[in-house]
DNA sequence: TCTAAATGTAAAGTTTATTTTACATTTGAT
DNA sequence: ATCAAATGTAAAATAAACTTTACATTTAGA
């Protein structure tokens, strides 16, 4: 699985930190997600995505072997 | 969080050990997360999207303590 | 009613998400 | 060039996802 959430942040001109706090998750998790670390829960995702007003599907992606 | 799984099963006539089979869990995952036993992953969220071809959010919701 | 399929549940085990602490590296502004 | 903020990373600990096995209960059809 891939994601946008690097680009979101920006967007929203907000610190890894700032996210990990809006989201309430560490900033070593938000850093984490981004470098494809481990796959966050669907809280998560629910999370972002009502954050950043864009569909789960748009800030998460499957990829080819998943 | 909540969801429609079992609904959207019933939909497509799906048994939870089928549904297991398509996304790749066992079928007691199906069951407790039908239950609200745990929250799945991201990964599965999307599967699950891709499998009744609705968007995360409408299998997926927020409740109010999240 | 009898039976098989489907569902519910539970305990123990493994793997993975997430936290905490801590520090090193990078980046941007002055 | 310097300083602070932001980011990257890592190890140890904890919580939670997910599996396996196993059995009990419910449901639907013959």
Redesign the interface.
């Known amino acids: ?1 891939t994601n946008n959430l690097k680009v979101e942040r920006a967007r929203h001109n907000m610190t890894q930190a700032d996210l990990a706090e809006a989201i309430g998750v560490s900033r070593q998790s938000i850093n984490a997600m981004e470098k494809n670390k481990y ?9 972002l ?2 954050l950043f007003k864009k ?3 748009e800030l ?3 990829e080819a072997g ?1």
């Not at 796959?39 to 999370?47: D, E, H």
């Open positions: 699985m796959v966050p829960s669907t809280v998560l995702a629910l999370k995505s009502r569909p789960v599907e998460f992606q499957l998943d």
